[in-house]
């Protein structure tokens, strides 16, 4: 274990599972009480939890919809009662679209993904900013995705979603710099994960996310971990000076029929 986020509290959303886990995973590791939020997977939940007791890292779970304000708030609550405030917010949750048109597309889907993607990082962010403004120090990111550079036929929801996400972040880099906090955004490109086959099968076509690996950057998929490297890097010091920023992880572009 390193020591570069040692005593700080992080809160990961959808930190139980795929991307949600490595970053949960990475920021144990160098040092950081993370909180895991997890909204129904509550064995992925506590196998994430695992793997940071087997590690020597400090961690809990906490079982919230990020959607609704109730249990959000309780969340915050308990995690302050238990842990101390909220250093670093990983805004990650989220959800896949189901690949239809715009003109097919269900109300409710949409409603239901930009609550998910936009709404509730919203809420989260001004739940943990009064403890951060206090402390005069903190860092919130947003797991986004490169689907906004491209905003692809079939995605309306999604892209819609990631896109206001964004919108936020940069807001609010503007608005918390004078008080010390940095908001950062991570974008990857097509992950291996569950939720990432679900995305490609929707998207592109296939029938398997593995269909497509040969003709990534580096001849590879993106994998969790490297995402949970680059929000890494931006909660920790060595980005001091890098606020209302983006990344993209996806090997500098991806040429896959359907996507950015």
Request: charged content about 25%; some cysteine; overall charge neutral.
């Amino acid at each position: 274990m390193s020591n570069s986020l040692k005593n700080k509290i992080a809160l990961v959303t959808g930190g139980g599972r795929g991307i949600g886990r490595s970053i949960s995973e990475r920021l144990a590791e160098e040092g950081a009480i993370v909180a895991i939020n997890y909204r129904n997977d509550v064995e992925s939940a506590n196998e994430t939890l695992r793997n940071i007791d087997t590690n020597g890292g400090v961690g809990k779970i906490f079982k919230a919809s990020i959607d609704d304000e109730n249990e959000a708030k309780a969340m915050v609550d308990q995690i302050k009662k238990e842990f101390g405030v909220v250093d670093i917010l990983i805004n990650n949750a989220g959800i896949a679209s189901k690949g239809k048109s715009v003109e097919r597309t269900d109300p409710e889907e949409l409603l239901q993904v930009m609550r998910i993607h936009a709404l509730a990082p919203h809420r989260m962010c001004q739940l943990v900013l009064p403890d951060m403004k206090k402390k005069k120090k903190g860092n919130i990111v947003m797991i986004s995705s490169v689907a906004t550079l491209g905003q692809a036929a079939g995605g309306a929801p999604y892209n819609m979603g990631k896109s206001a996400m964004e919108s936020l972040a940069l807001t609010l880099a503007k608005e918390v710099r004078k008080h010390g906090i940095r908001v950062n955004i991570v974008a990857p490109g097509i992950v291996e994960t569950e939720m990432g086959d679900r995305l490609i099968q929707a998207v592109v076509g296939v029938e398997s996310i593995q269909e497509i690996a040969l003709k990534m950057p580096f001849e590879r998929l993106c994998q969790p971990q490297d995402v949970a490297n680059a929000v890494h890097f931006l909660v920790s010091e060595e980005a001091s000076y890098i606020t209302g920023e983006k990344i993209n992880v996806w090997g500098g572009g991806e040429t896959i029929s359907g996507m950015a």
